[in-house]
Structures are given as structure tokens and as C-alpha cells.
């Protein structure tokens, strides 16, 4: 079973930045579409940001200007760089890997990471 592993959250004041990491634990073929999502307390989770393979980036309107994905796919690894924090940011956040194959004969499946907390706070 795949596990992705998170890593860059934590606390950080207004106007600060933090940089989010998530790789697979171990080595897999390859991975399509990698990205972050949130899901702030009370409310659903939604997108922050993807990024596929070929390197086309989407990003929620709220984070635009202030958030940067990036990926290494040598690495399989994926990058949120957040920079301008605001409150409002303050969340849960979860990496997502889709069509990811284990290896190159499996099953294109969807994976999440188990979260990483990022609080901004005065």
C-alpha cells in the first residue's frame, strides 16, 4: 500500500510563509496529477493546488499570487511554497497523488496523504 508522506507544516504569524512537501514513502513508477488541498475545521475540503506531470499548474482564486506548486517528478515529490499568510489559510492540509502506478504494470489509482497542519496566528 502506497503511503504519501507530508512534511513543512506548522505555526507561523501573518505575512509569513511556510513550504509544504509530500512524497511517496518508498519507490513507485509514476504518478499523473499531484496536489494540495485543505480542509479548514467546520468546513469541506477543498482545492489549494495541482500541478500534472508536464508541469500545468491550477490554483484556487484565494491562494493566486501568494502559492506556488512545484514538482520533481525524479523525486515524485511535490512542493507548496506559501508565502503572504493569512488566517484564513489556517488549515489542515492534504497532498494528493492521482493516477499513480506502484509499478509500471499496476492500476492507475488516487491516493491522499494523512494531513499537515498550518496555523497562522499573531
Known amino acids: 500500500q502506497v503511503q504519501l508522506v507530508e512534511s513543512g507544516g506548522g505555526l507561523v504569524q501573518p505575512g509569513g510563509s511556510l513550504r509544504l512537501s509530500c512524497a511517496p514513502h518508498g519507490s513507485i513508477s509514476s504518478i499523473n496529477t499531484m496536489g494540495w488541498y485543505r480542509q479548514a475545521p467546520g468546513k469541506q475540503r477543498e482545492l489549494v493546488a495541482t500541478i500534472t506531470r508536464g508541469g500545468s499548474t491550477d490554483y484556487a482564486d484565494s491562494v493566486k499570487g501568494r502559492f506556488t506548486i512545484s514538482r520533481d517528478n525524479d523525486k515524485n515529490t511535490v512542493y507548496l511554497q506559501m508565502n503572504s499568510l493569512k488566517p484564513e489559510d489556517t488549515a489542515v492540509y492534504y497532498c494528493?497523488?492521482?493516477?499513480?502506478?506502484?509499478?509500471?504494470?499496476?492500476?492507475?489509482?488516487?491516493?491522499w496523504g494523512q494531513g499537515t497542519q498550518v496555523t497562522v496566528s499573531a
Open positions: 494528493n497523488a492521482d493516477g499513480l502506478k506502484e509499478y509500471i504494470w499496476s492500476a492507475s489509482r488516487n491516493y
